[in-house]
Nanobody
Framework: QVQLVESGGGSVQAGGSLNLSCQAS????????MAWFRQTPDKEREGVAA????????YYADSVKGRFTISQDYPNNILWLQMNSLKPEDTAMYYC??????????????????WGQGTQVTVSS
């Protein structure tokens, strides 16, 4: 079992920044990918950024490349998402997730095993 708790969401104006964090606990060493997803009521859940757990290989959705940075404090079990140059279309509930299987990469194959409760990000124009 892995427990994930997100924090750091909030309301900002367009062009602003937020830094989301995800505190992981439990059997996190068995996870292969750590990722951030987002979802709004009218859209499907979207993978935003992912990385190999402790390995540093990173993946980004085209919509956030150059603006968002995923990173990890592996010894302290924290996953970060630094979000810069925020746009109104970045408004969503953001979720931290962990996946134990490597097959299919961060966005395909087996689904993510564990999810946090989410943290809301609202960007106003």
């Amino acid at each position: 079992q892995v427990q994930l708790v997100e924090s750091g969401g909030g309301s900002v104006q367009a062009g602003g920044s937020l830094n989301l964090s995800c505190q992981a606990s439990g059997d996190r060493y068995s996870m292969y990918y750590m990722a951030w997803f987002r979802q709004t009521p009218d859209k499907e859940r979207e993978g935003v950024a992912a990385m190999t757990n402790g390995g540093g290989v990173k993946y980004y959705a085209d919509s956030v490349k150059g603006r968002f940075t995923i990173s990890q404090d592996y010894p302290n079990n924290i996953l970060w998402l630094q979000m810069n140059s925020l746009k109104p279309e970045d408004t969503a509930m953001y979720y931290c997730a962990a996946k134990s299987k490597r097959y299919g990469g961060p966005w395909g194959g087996d689904p993510y095993n564990y999810w946090g409760q989410g943290t809301q990000v609202t960007v106003s124009s």
